[in-house]
């Protein structure tokens, strides 16, 4: 990457902390059934160390905890990185670390390095090769992602309308409705396939369909009146 890509790319990631508190109020968590079944397939056992980059407000790493293990999460904001540390206070086994993947240094090996919705922030000339360094011989790197099914929300439209206003917001992100949303994800086949430090890789892609409830509010004759509408 160039330096002004880079320097693009850390704007990016890291206008979330601008509105940190916002986003851990509004942004959905995780599926409970998504994060037992990763920690499943991955059969990682309870006080194992694992490494989690981009762990924004904390939302995956207490249900990593939660779960028995022992969680470094990395995140580059300082907002993001206080909000998660406040969460996660009465959790022994988790460590926030404020800093991005790409410089931090690695000095010990994991079972497993998971990143939530935040993998696409990683440089990609830089993530699976740092990857293969942090995650130890027959470990797991997981990437989840949840995207907006907008074929099937009913709400599309009236979204498309709001994003009229704000052109300067063009179709590249995931919640944009006329976006492509899957394409953050990238290649991994291709990706790792370039990637000299994995040896004989498994690469292993699933799909968990989850209905999201967002409210909708109406007022009636001065009085609020909230209902709700489902984003699949």
Not at 64 to 87: F, N
Not at 88 to 100: M, N, P
Not at 110 to 125: M, N, T, V
Not at 136 to 142: D, F, K, M, R, V
């Amino acid at each position: 990457m160039t330096v002004s890509d880079v320097r693009e790319l850390d704007r990016k990631r890291l206008a979330f902390g601008q509105v940190a508190e916002l986003y851990d109020r509004a942004r959905p968590s995780y599926p409970a059934e998504v994060m037992q079944g990763l920690v499943q397939n991955m059969a990682l056992q309870a006080g194992g160390p694992i490494l989690e980059v981009g762990a924004g407000t904390g939302k995956a790493t207490v249900q990593l905890a939660a779960r028995g293990l022992r969680v470094i999460g990395l995140e580059p904001d300082q907002e993001m990185a206080s909000v998660a540390r406040r969460k996660c206070a009465g959790l022994e086994r988790v460590s926030i670390v404020e800093s991005d993947f790409e410089h931090w240094p690695i000095e010990e090996s994991f079972p497993a390095l998971i990143s939530a919705q935040a993998w696409h922030w990683i440089d990609p000339g830089l993530r699976h090769r740092k990857a293969a360094e942090a995650v130890s011989t027959g470990g797991t790197l997981a990437a989840l992602w949840m995207f907006p099914a907008w074929e099937r929300c009913a709400l599309r439209e009236a979204f498309s309308r709001a994003y009229e206003a704000a052109p300067e917001l063009v179709a590249d992100f995931s919640m944009h409705p006329d976006s492509q949303p899957d394409r953050l994800a990238g290649d991994w086949e291709h990706e790792i396939a370039q990637c000299a430090g994995f040896q004989e890789p498994v690469v292993n892609i699933s799909m968990h369909s989850v209905r999201w409830l967002v409210p909708r509010t109406r007022m009636r004759e001065g009085q609020t009146d909230e209902s709700w509408d489902a984003l699949a």
